[in-house]
């Protein structure tokens, strides 16, 4: 792959300080946004931030919890939800008949079945369709779920592996450049793990620490 071999050798991520500014929303701060004041008290204060980019590919990942993004969604071409929950919903309505109600969101919203604390069902091919399309798009992708951490700290790892770096390697880079409490278990590190040797399966870890979900059973 021309393109990967290109980014790699121009160096693609910025692994020194914090890189580009947070694009404000157009109402105010990214804190306080949930509107809960300062009877929440988040556990971690790590801002969201870019953490992936490539110089010379014009494409970036940003980071962060949903609390803290939610007045920024706008600001991208791309978001990698891991929350569960749609962001931007609009109406779904699988039916012919109805189907001109259906409204689509401004911004495309990837929603995954992702469990806290879990893993996805998904092969290592996703995250190297995924670098692919954000390089073509030249796009710039937000990831996030909850706490910003698990769910999030794992997708950032997985891309980087797509990008050719060893699991170990992004997963010590994402500790250390993104948030020390980033990628929760050992199931999410075995899946990092997993999407380096290619497999196929699921993350084979025979300790998991949640019952995965089942597809459609919501
Ligand atoms: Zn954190």
């Given at each position: 792959m021309d393109w990967l071999q290109e980014?790699?050798?121009?160096?693609?991520?910025?692994?020194?300080?914090?890189p580009d500014a947070w694009p404000e929303g157009p109402s105010g701060s990214r804190r306080g946004g949930s509107g809960l004041g300062s009877f929440f008290k988040p556990l971690c204060d790590h801002p969201p931030q870019c953490v992936l980019k490539s110089e010379e590919g014009g494409w970036s990942v940003w980071a962060g919890r949903v609390m803290d993004c939610d007045r920024s969604f706008g600001n991208f071409q791309l978001l990698l939800n891991l929350t569960g929950d749609s962001v931007v919903r609009k109406h779904t309505i699988p039916v012919p008949e109805l189907?001109?109600?259906?409204?689509?969101?401004?911004?495309?919203?990837?929603?995954?079945?992702?469990?806290?604390m879990g893993v996805v069902a998904l092969p290592w091919q996703f995250w190297r369709d995924l670098v692919a399309h954000l390089s073509r798009a030249k796009a710039q992708m937000l990831v996030f779920c909850v706490g910003g951490h698990g769910r999030t700290g794992t997708a950032i790892a997985c891309?980087?592996?797509?990008?050719?770096?060893?699991?170990?390697?992004?997963?010590?880079?994402?500790?250390?450049?993104?948030c020390s409490q980033a990628i929760e278990t050992r199931q999410q590190e075995s899946y990092i793990r997993m999407i380096e040797r290619k497999d196929s399966c699921h993350a084979t870890d025979n300790t998991p620490q949640t019952t995965p979900r089942r597809r459609g059973n919501r």
């Open positions: 980014d790699l050798e121009s160096r693609i991520f910025r692994s020194d300080s914090l189907s001109h109600w259906e409204q689509r969101a401004a911004v495309p919203e990837i929603l995954l079945d992702w469990p806290d891309i980087m592996v797509a990008c050719g770096w060893t699991s170990e390697d992004a997963i010590a880079w994402v500790r250390a450049h993104y």
